[in-house]
């Protein structure tokens, strides 16, 4: 292997998942301030300001507040080149976010510790588990009065299906958190609360559970506590074992508050020997592509739209997964089925996008997209190369569009084609009713999104009828709609590949098609061929 091939060690690539307000951008804004990509406590929060000021080519993030699209973060930290992902941290996302984990190697999932398990965090784990991908726990707010930690934990359990570990664990929570416990060092991190966002270090003293000195550090009574719950912890807790945190079962997990700059050293300085380095990648024939392989290649894992109003361009981001990548290297587009030149790439750094002329496996570039791209493709040295297929996830919320401007029915056909293209929405045909697709959307905010883009992008008025259904199925049996239709099937449509797809209002609903009709097989995910995008 050569020495630049090893580069990829150096690279983490990883995701942030939680439900709103949970904490996401205040830890991701730690995390940079400890890897001194950014100076400042606040900095993130003025550039999701700066950026819902300037990216103005959505006059919705403006109003919401909200950022609707995702990026890359990019830090140093300790020799090693940290790649974020972020994911939108809003109420309604897009499937972007989901397809967004299929481009990290390991996530870090955030908690409220007054509130535990939320949905959202639920949607995104699952992805993480699809993937099989390690995942690592923060639990967060402990500053503020929390639920029981055995309690937390057994709800992880219970609701997510993975074993947890804690490797730090409070003490007290609210006005009486008095720090954390870091078990495999056996010390005391003592919380003294500072001015929000300051950044000082806690202090940490060592100090054997069963001595005095606890006592005297934490007083009597919270002295005990800790004693005893660690020893139920250290008796009946899990054992640590590092290819179960691997395969993504069993997750370590660190309390501790965001805010207060509370636990994020010991958190961090554990992720960076957790988290994995580049992993192999399957291709579509079955066989690994080795990240050190002498072999660039890279997958399109996510499609950005007009970034910059002025230039209508589309960035593609495309996940290294093997080799160097050069500034103006030709490579092979497979589903073109032909060699293209990579010249205006870019990388994010925390505050900034710049050019990029050399980059490894693990990292993130943003392709400049003249159109050339879709969510799935594959690039490469070295002749074609076939990555496994990204997945399309089933919608939650579906919407019949209505044209209101009947003359301008070309225009919204290349709209929607282009946005289902970007991955933004999903198109099902109704048999008999083509003429009014269906769009099949993750968060309900898409459906303003789109009606906004397709008539300040391409001219059409629209509007949606909303549809009362929550999940897709992938129909494996059926030849036609109309046989599923006679399995009772509420609709039973075609996706943009022609496979058919069953549409339910419920849980109930799907449960009851799936126990009637035993010989078919109902797929929550499909995946995007290069080519089928
Ligand atoms: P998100 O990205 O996951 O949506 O969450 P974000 O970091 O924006 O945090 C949501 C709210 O929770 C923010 O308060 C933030 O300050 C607060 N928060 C984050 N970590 C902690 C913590 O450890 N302890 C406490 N007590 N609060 C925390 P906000 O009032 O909504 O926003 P802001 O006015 O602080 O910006």
Redesign the pocket.
Known sequence: MSSTSREFEKRRTFAII????????????KLLLYGGAIHQAGSV?SRKAKRSATSDWMALEKQRGISVTSSVLQFEYDSIRWNLLDTP??NDFSEDTYRTLTAADCAIM?L?AAKGVEPQTRKLFRVCRMRGIPIVTFI?????PARDSFDLLSQVEDVLGIQSFPYTWPIGSGDLFQGVYERSSKRVLRFEKGE?GNSSKAEAVEVDLDSDALNELLGEDAADTLRGEVELLDGAGEEWDEERFLKGELSPVFF?????S?GIEPFLDRFKNLCPIPLPRKTADGTELEPGSDRFSAFIFKIQANMDPSHRDRIAFARICSGSFEGGMRVHHFRMGKSIRLNRAEQFFAQDRETVMEAYAGDILGLYDPGIFRIGDTLSSGGPLLFDAVPRFSPEHFGRIQLLDPLKRKQLQKGIQQLAEEGTVQLFTEPGREKDPICGVVGKLQFEVLTYRVQHEYGAKISFDILPFKYARWLEGPETPEEALAQRIPIAVHDRDKKIVGLFRDDWEVERAVRDVPDWTFHETSPIRAGEG
């Open positions: 939680s439900h709103p307000d949970a904490g996401k951008t205040t830890l991701t804004e929060k941290g809003h955030i409220d967060n707010k402990l500053d503020r929000a501790g508050s965001a805010l207060n509370f």
